[in-house]
């Protein structure tokens, strides 16, 4: 079984997927999140502020569902350039400062809307 899952408190998606999935009942897999609001604005052009939106993105997707950020296991950060990893990495910290979920990073040619930095994640009841 599949739920799909949709806020108006995280952008809506530009493409022909879900904001996330619920399967099974335990799992919650949230698309690739970029940095734009609900409203559909871009915030900032840095590394740092694109990733904060990002994470608050999947934050809210996660509450619409009664979750939170101690809820996720895994995530896939894509990123513009690596040379952002460590800007990228000392604000993705300060929201998971305690759960630390299993990650995996990649630089990647380009990502929707040209922005720096895509975030997607796996989160479980």
Known sequence: MKEMILTSNAPAPIGPYSQAVRAEGKFIFIS??????HEGILVGDGISIQTQQSI???????????LTLENVVKTTVLLKNMEHFADMNEMYNQFFETSKPARAAYEVARLPKD??????????Y
Request: no cysteine.
């Open 56 to 66: 608050r993105n999947i934050a809210a997707i996660l509450e619409s569902v009664g």
């Open 32 to 37: 690739g999140q970029i940095p734009f609001t």
């Open 115 to 124: 922005v720096l930095v895509e975030i997607e994640a796996i989160a479980v």
